[in-house]
């Protein structure tokens, strides 16, 4: 007799505990992708058994998971705050940790209307959550990576209150902005955590021997697009905070504030733009 979907699923997660933490849900999420369904009609079916074409499907997609691949550029999708955003590997995939600055931008500034600017926004996750959380702010976004441009567009679609440019940074932005926020390269170029990540762009992962050095120039550049009392908004690794608030104090940044990420860890720090009107 043939395998219920909820055999497959026991089965192949079976196949997956080496690679991953969620082998379960990743299955699912890859039968899901095979099938074309969502994981409710999974959970409705689980009894049924599967066509020969769709379960060929499932399997290669768990092959690939076997060898590392991410649920996420298999399935092209990724969950981040209320949406889906389509991924491919030109980009990053939107982490859970980089919720945290969402949910800070959202509890500082209300309805009313603010510019923002997300450098290197890869899907265009951090951007347009905030868009589409508030109408009334105007939300640029900015990436090096042409493909990541095309992407973050494509998920923007629906929403007319920002737009996404392809550039290095600063360079070709004018004007001032309330808030400047990103999820830059930080992880240090040798470190052994890369390789896990060895299917993610490492442009968008990696930044100099301490992973630094994009952090560094933000800071040093940000405030010339800071409109007054506008702020400044980085995530950053677990064990960069201290650095970090030291480069904001070298470059007069007010009201320096930490924060810790769901899992306890030094994730972002936020400061206020040095200039104010008397200056
Ligand atoms: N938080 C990611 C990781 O360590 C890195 C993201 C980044 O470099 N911006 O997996």
New binding site residues.
Partial sequence: MSETISDLIERYSGTLSHISDTPQLDCQLLLTHALTKGRDWLFAHSDDTLDGQTQTRFVELVKRRQKGEPVAYLTGSKGFWNREFQVTPAT?IP?P?TELLIEILLERFDESPRSVIDLGTGTGAIAISLAAERSAWQVHAVDIDEDAVRIAQNNAADLDNIDISQGNWFDGIEGSFDMIVS?????AAGDS?LES?RHEPLR??ASGAEGLDDIRMIVSKAQEFLAEKGVLLL?H?YDQQEAIVTLLEEANFKHIERFKDLQGLPRAVMAQSPRDSTA
């Fill in positions: 990053l982490r940790e999820n830059p390269p930080y992880i955590h990540l968008a992962l995530e690794g």
